[in-house]
């Protein structure tokens, strides 16, 4: 077969656009948790002068030899111990002046988890919970990265059963409810939310009642195991 003129070597085109082959690439993770009523994002202090006394998102480059996933799992991994974690990518972020070490393009990562299930093995370089209402600034562009994600998880949990990764196995309708205010950050109507939980038949009613609760105890409900199963699960 002759060779086509209209082709050129894979070796010709790295030769011919050598800048287009030093943009490195990383990922960031938005670990979200829940914790009295409020909303977390799992944070740790920037390592680099430029940002010094600010925290970031956990993130790295992706190496050489490694998937966009993998680097996800490893850099979770190696910074907070956690492996049984679901990470769902988001969005990725390539402005120009993104990274003061020059031209990094990232992939971020989103995943809910339950705080009281899930302990941080890895106490390093002030790894913290931090309740996303107060956050103001962040390193590099965490802050809209961190935006992003919460607007996709807003939008997520009208429409998925994907905060049962926050919730504990037996939880009340109001428990649930204070959960998507948290998220929402907005009040909601209790009779309206019922309805639109009862529509969307995520829960399972366990015929048990709250105990030990300063309020009237209310029924007990488990999200259906089905559900549990479809996204933010945790790896198989």
Request: with cysteine; charged share 30%; net charge neutral.
């Amino acid at each position: 077969m002759a060779n086509n003129p209209n082709f050129k070597t894979a070796a010709l085109e790295k030769i011919s656009h050598l800048e287009y082959f030093k943009i490195a690439v990383s990922v960031d993770c938005v670990i979200f948790g829940y914790l009295d009523k409020d909303l977390k994002v799992l944070l740790i202090q920037s390592d680099l002068e430029e940002f010094s006394g600010l925290n970031s998102l956990l993130g790295d480059l992706v190496r050489p030899d490694e998937d966009l996933d993998a680097a996800s799992y490893r850099i979770l991994k190696e910074r907070t111990d956690l492996d049984d974690v679901f990470l769902q990518q988001v969005h990725t972020f390539g402005k120009v002046n993104r990274h003061p070490s020059g031209r990094v393009v990232t992939t971020a990562y989103y995943s809910l988890i339950n705080i009281n299930s899930h302990k941080l093995k890895i106490i390093d370089n002030d790894l913290n919970w931090h309740s996303v209402k107060n956050i103001r600034k962040l390193a590099f562009d965490h802050k809209e990265i961190l935006e992003t994600c919460l607007a996709h998880l807003q939008q997520e949990v009208m429409e998925t059963p994907v905060v049962h990764n926050l919730m504990p196995e037996k939880f009340s309708l109001r428990e649930l409810q204070e959960v998507y205010e948290a998220i929402l950050a907005s009040p909601l109507d209790r009779r309206n939310f019922r309805k639109k939980i009862a529509v969307k038949q995520w829960l399972q009613d366990l015929n048990e009642m709250e105990d030990n609760v300063s309020h009237r105890p209310g029924k007990l409900y488990k999200f259906k195991p089905k559900y549990l199963k479809n996204g933010f699960s945790r790896k198989s």
